[in-house]
């Protein structure tokens, strides 16, 4: 039993039109960035919005926050990702369906959004531990100031909490990048669908999604030191040095 | 808005999707679960140990295992598992591994990476003067460890065990993409099948939804209970 390994491969053309299989696997390479990058945005934005309402003392805003986050975590994401690209199109009126579904890159759009919302859920959730991890002197400060619910957030609750939320920030950013092959059921062609393409053309699987495998690692690396390199930027002195995080489940 | 939708065709397939779908995905996540706790605990014991080598192996496996997407290492051992079957066995080709088997591996391999993180940081929560006290009474260090270390371990760490295992139940839905009917495939074939999308979709999403967040409650409220006020 031998496997025949050719490691060669990468340079030799692929049949899809890209070039060689290594420009195979860098376009696939773009596709994961874009997408995880543009979703990231949503999720932080999303996500921060929601994790502050759930910490507000108004009821129907936690409410309404709480929902949000149990709605997008307790569904697996890829039956979020069916449901918003089969079902959704036929739920809206038919020409905005019909419009949505002859979408080119539609594959892109539907990760994006699917991906960003529910990433959202799980920022929410670390900005909410955040702030409720300030001790709760610091809002009574701010409230006895003559500080307005907005400002107390503005000025004081969220820069602290922001900092004490990089390094769970850090490992959902990674969760992107790693979540965006999802997308590769609905035919989006990232990293991971590109190296299955390049296994199916070339029946060299092993090489493929090593290659694969080695670019999730030094995408882990650097998005892990960015952070780290973010993270001594913005820490205030005397503060917070080196937080040690608590284990959480997840991916 | 809602007419031409069948919504009985849920009823019509619900004992075939509970019966093949839901027991394959509830027994994948049974045993991935035991499997890889069992491996997990065992990865974690290497990650602590004062030998470089076993925690270097450790920490190899467990950093490439949470850099690397689910979906990617589905199909890592898809193509792997035959290979290793036919090396172990001293074939002269790649043996055949069926769907279930190689799912199996998959996930126990993959999650294993995740709960060594939790029983790491479980062991760690444990003051190291237990392990010496446990020398100094003459036990070994597989008796220190499985009498007096690991079952205080796991007893902190169940809640996030349990959560991570109710992450495990919704990402088996990913065997999907080597076409194995779990609960989700069932569910798709129907769909595809019957063309209800829309319906078979929603219902998936509903029943995934009930499950995960009844248990995720149970865990909350577990964890309310054993959850010591403060150190």
Redesign the interface.
């Known amino acids: 039993m031998k496997y025949n390994w050719n490691w060669g491969i990468f340079w030799q053309l692929s049949p899809d039109g890209h070039g060689t299989y290594l420009d195979t696997l860098l376009a696939g390479l773009g596709w994961t960035l874009a997408t995880a990058l543009a979703a990231w945005l949503i999720a932080l934005a999303l996500g921060m919005v929601v994790g502050v309402i759930r910490t507000t003392p108004v009821n129907w805003m936690r409410r309404v926050g709480d929902a949000w986050v149990e709605v997008f975590r307790n569904v697996p994401l890829l039956v979020q990702m069916f449901i918003w690209f089969f079902v959704v199109p036929e739920l809206l009126p038919a020409s905005v369906g019909v419009w949505l579904k002859q979408l080119p890159r539609s594959a892109f759009y539907t990760a994006v959004v699917c991906l960003g919302l529910y990433t959202s859920a799980r920022v929410a959730e670390q900005v909410r531990a955040g702030i409720q991890s300030l001790a709760s002197g610091q809002r009574m400060a701010g409230v006895a100031l003559g500080l307005t619910l907005p400002q107390t957030y503005r000025y004081i609750l969220l820069p602290m909490a922001i900092r004490i939320v990089m390094p769970p920030l850090t490992s959902e950013f990674m969760n992107v990048i790693k979540n965006s092959a999802v997308a590769l059921t609905i035919g989006l062609v990232e990293l991971t669908a590109s190296a299955r393409s390049m296994q199916e053309f070339s029946f060299q699987v092993f090489e493929a999604f090593t290659a694969a495998t080695l670019i999730y690692m030094a995408l882990n690396l650097i998005v892990v030191r960015g952070m780290r390199w973010l993270e001594r930027r913005l820490a205030v002195p005397g503060l917070l040095g080196a937080a040690q995080a608590m284990p959480q489940a997840g991916h | ?2 007419t031409g939708f069948d919504w009985d065709v849920i009823r019509r397939t619900a004992p075939y999707l509970f019966r093949e779908g839901m027991t394959f995905t509830l027994t994948l996540t049974a045993l991935a679960m035991a499997g890889g706790i069992v491996f997990g605990t065992l990865l974690a014991m290497m990650r602590l140990a004062s030998y470089r080598v076993l925690s270097g192996v450790a920490g190899a496996y467990v ?2 295992m ?7 290492v589905i ?2 051992f898809y ?2 598992v035959p ?1 290793i079957g ?2 172990l066995l001293g ?4 043996i055949q591994v069926g769907a279930f088997v190689s799912a199996l591996v998959t996930f126990m391999m993959f999650e294993a990476a ?1 709960y060594c ?2 029983m ?3 062991i760690q929560s444990i003051p190291r003067g237990q392990m010496w006290a446990g020398y100094a009474l003459g036990l070994s260090y597989w008796q220190t460890m499985g009498r007096i270390v690991l079952p205080q371990a796991f007893r902190n ?1 169940i809640p ?2 349990l ?2 295992t ?2 495990l139940f ?2 088996t ?2 065997v ?2 080597i076409s194995i009917t779990d609960f ?1 495939g069932a569910a ?1 074939k129907i ?1 595809q099948r019957d063309g209800r ?2 319906e078979m ?2 219902f ?2 509903v029943v ?2 009930t499950i ?2 009844g248990l ?1 409650s149970l865990v909350k409220r577990l964890q309310a209970q054993i959850t010591v006020p403060s150190r």
């Open positions: 808005m809602l950093n490439v949470r850099s690397t997407p689910l979906v990617l199909f890592w193509f792997l290979w036919g090396w074939a002269s080709r790649p995740y993180e939790i790491r940081a479980g760490m996030v065990l959560t991570q109710i992450i919704q990402d839905s990913l999907y993409v989700l798709s769909a999308l829309v979709y929603l998936v999403a995934y939804f995960s967040f995720s």
